[in-house]
């Protein structure tokens, strides 16, 4: 596998990002793998984050994983979180590896563990991940800065998608199987979007509840139903996402409506999912204006949107049934 | 664990089913966790089952572990799956061990893996395990003879609903996590469905495709979203049962109609399903004439039905919905 990282990395002056984020993250997405395979018991550890979730055991035990990877990486500078959505040194600057060697510098922005409320009942859950040049993610153009993204899916295997796009290669999506001790295998080295016509149509409908109030919404319902769109729909962002990913074709709407906000974390998840949206030949929106996700640079790492995401001629329909004749 | 399931089954004569039987079956369902776990390659085996399914490697590897596993247990005398839905010998009967050296005779049948369509995204899967008194699940009653029912949820852990009524016995549906080589522990002795008020209420429409053709069952989705239900539906049946189970509340129907035929094979999906939702206090019911799966005797293995199941409550909603002023 470091082979073909390699030929798309090296050539493009990112032996750091090749040689150490990049294994350093997936092995520790084994590493969580493992800690949730261990935690029969799923419990609240007491505390809320910024965005008052309560904390699992097991949202704290990924934290740490990834807190520990990321400062045994000398070029990642700058590191935040969904539990602590504050840009900070990934390190003590006292410590041992503290001085990058390369003239690489990168911010990495995660949600350690997306998809609280199906943990208990052991669906598939994920790791939502995106680095950016730099040493900051905010100002910064997401489409321009932030070069990679990382989901990792928990699921009766454990599995990662890379997307990667970094200045002078190709966009690519990768579909990764994640084994013990560094033991990874590439299963799909260009994962895409199929082109229609489409055997089968997906979507992924969240927050539905909000259809009871947005007379569009609840068309765009009925026209899938109609039309015979199949229905998948976890609650995870990862799990679903993944799945139109896997089966090359779907639609996930997280609408934002009068009584129903913005709910997804544009730093934690959307800018991440977008890139490997993108990276995957779809399209990722902002179902309030239709504008792209990754075009406006965040101004708080706080920031929450709505997103509509998936196969780009799905989003189209998407947009315009939320939208009408808007932009 | 062994002792709680002692003190549930030796009172009443169940010391196979106890020590040998249920044993033999989590101890599987670790097997073909780790299966899973190894099989980064999920791919068509080249068959089809007698439900007209393409077989996965999957399906094949936990097919066979169960029935090396059923082997194994004197007094298992007859297995069929639903990848072979025909009664068989559980062994060769010139093998060891094939004589019963104990009164207790059983019969199991099962689903290896059920959820195919969601195994190349890696969602959570699960296996579907009935055990029956006696030689045969034909022609019997099976709320009286199907007596213990086991569901393995593979996701990010492996856990078991197990779920038992054994004549004399009080019924009980309990939550186990499964650890490698027999080491399993006690989640929840007693899982139920909650009692109303309740916080959320969930909803997992399967074939939500033949709503455009069933007003009914339109109307009932409509009732759901206007009544702010949380939509959870991984198109597996294990996932899906087990996510209300969890949660305590939640509603599953695979809708009947014109020209969507029922789906669920009463053996190896809707007998087991139905004793673990009765044991946990709910209701399992066929959406065509609202009988309870549990009444009406197999005439063969291959017979199929739709289901509504889950809080008793909703299963109320759900039937008036689809069956209207009809029994």
Redesign the interface.
Known sequence: MASHLENLLLPHGRTALCKSVLPALLDCIADI?ES??Q???VSLAGGTNAFGDGQLNVDISAENLLRAALAECPSVETASSEEDPVERPARDSQAEGGVSATSEKYTVAFDPLDGSS????????GTIIGIWDGGSAIHQRPSEKQIAAILG???????AIVALRVPGGEPCCLEI?I?KSGAH?F?RSDMRFADPPFKTRYFA?AN??A??ESEAY?RL?THY??K????????GLV?DL??A???GHGVYISPVTSVSEAKLRRLYELFPVALVVECAGGKAINPVDGEDILTRPLENCDETAGLICGTAEEVGIAKKALLGSHP
């Open positions: 793998a949730l395979h935690s029969q018991h199906i943990i208990a009942p052991n669906w598939t859950v899916v928990y699921g009766p295997r454990t599995t199987g084994g295998e299963l409908p539905l509840r259809a009871a609840m319902i139903v109609e015979k769109y199949t229905l998948r729909y976890s609650g799990p993944v799945h990913l896997v089966k």
